[in-house]
């Protein structure tokens, strides 16, 4: 293929001394109870039951089903794995207050928060990573990832206009029509009743309109993906201060990153121009991203003296294959090679140019 250039400039300066979420899987909480162990408790652990209102499968690997106290904004996460079909119910079994009450069925996960019996919050978070909303109404909801919320009692975050009606040791807080009844209101969609915990094994129930009757026609859809090719640079200018000569300055971190979608990979390089009114010895070290190779003078974590333009560039490193999809990180590292020379008092300055080249 033709050898495409894309190149990005950094300015290097230097100074010598001068003088309510709607689910979008379909899968919701569709149970609470809080009240395991407790002293009259139906169940001896607390559980969250999860349900899938949708049409297809869901798969929850890397998902967790979170808790916070009614007031609180720190969560504690109990991850999921494995999938749940439409229709079907997850258990997800808690921690005990007690030895009071029955067993819950088979749980399909398990987790060690202790859930309050009568107010909080349970979240369904499409990732293990821990929230830290939940002060306000709404905060939650508005929150990336969150799946499905349920603020129960005197919860200050809920779906909707307010919170589900508070459970107890012998009641827990169900969602209308054995989990379908989703119109985004807690107040709305939960009721109390008598805990039934239901996991994967238990009879699938079909929501209403799940399943109706439709009818389809293809169209041909197809686009052309054009070339990608680019450099970016997280410090556009980079400053070394004030320094004396006869010293090395610390080198600055640079991190190059490089996107392209070139089957056959890219090649890397750095020049620059001389600094002026006297040059001065820059240098440039790096390391190689994954599955890409170091050029041989920066082996090692070495700083290698980058050419003075026409010169040729130095040579990073290169790639075979295309870049990640968030684009190949390279963190560089701009210093010298060698003491600041004995050099008139002043400010000298160059520019580093990286430069990208498909192969």
Request: charged content about 10%; some cysteine; glycine content about 12%.
């Amino acid at each position: 293929m033709p050898r495409t250039l894309l190149v990005v400039v950094l300015a290097a300066l230097f100074l010598v001394p001068s003088a309510a979420v709607a689910s979008t899987s379909g899968v919701v909480v569709s149970q609470v109870y809080g009240g395991g162990g407790n002293s009259g408790a139906t169940f001896r652990n607390d559980f969250v039951e999860l349900f899938n209102a949708g049409a297809s499968s869901a798969d929850l690997s890397g998902w967790s089903v979170q808790y916070a106290t009614s007031a609180g904004t720190s969560w504690q996460t109990t991850p999921l794995s494995g999938s749940i079909g439409p229709g079907q119910y997850f258990l997800v079994q808690l921690a005990s207050g007690g030895a009071v009450g029955a067993a819950l069925p088979a749980p399909d996960a398990t987790g060690t928060s202790n859930l309050a019996a009568g107010s909080g919050k349970i979240a369904l978070v499409g990732s293990a990573t821990a929230l830290t909303c939940g002060a306000t109404a709404g905060s939650c909801s508005a929150t990336p990832g969150v799946e499905d919320l349920v603020g129960y009692g005197d919860a200050t975050d809920f779906e909707g206009t307010g919170t589900a009606t508070a459970p107890s040791s012998t009641l827990s807080a169900t969602r209308g029509d054995a989990g379908c009844a989703d119109t985004g209101d807690n107040a709305n969609d939960f009721a109390t009743a008598t805990p039934d915990p239901r996991n994967s094994a238990s009879t699938a129930h079909v929501c209403s309109g799940t399943s109706s009757p439709s009818a389809s026609g293809p169209a041909h859809v197809d686009v052309d993906v054009g070339s990608v090719l680019s450099v970016s640079l997280d410090r556009p200018s980079l400053s070394f201060g004030t320094a004396a000569a006869g010293t090395t300055p610390a080198a600055l971190p640079e991190n190059v990153t490089v996107s392209s979608n070139n089957a056959t990979g890219y090649s890397l390089t750095v020049a620059r121009t001389v600094f002026s009114p006297h040059d001065l010895p820059l240098a440039v070290g790096a390391t190689a991203p994954a599955g890409a190779t170091l050029a041989p003078p920066l082996a090692g974590g070495a700083l290698a003296p980058i050419p003075v333009s026409p010169a040729a560039a130095l040579a990073i490193g290169t790639k075979d294959t295309a870049s990640a999809g968030t684009g190949d990180a390279w963190p560089t590292r701009i210093g010298f090679s060698a003491p600041i020379p004995l050099v008139a008092s002043g400010r000298y300055s160059a520019t580093v140019t990286y430069t990208v080249i498909a192969r």
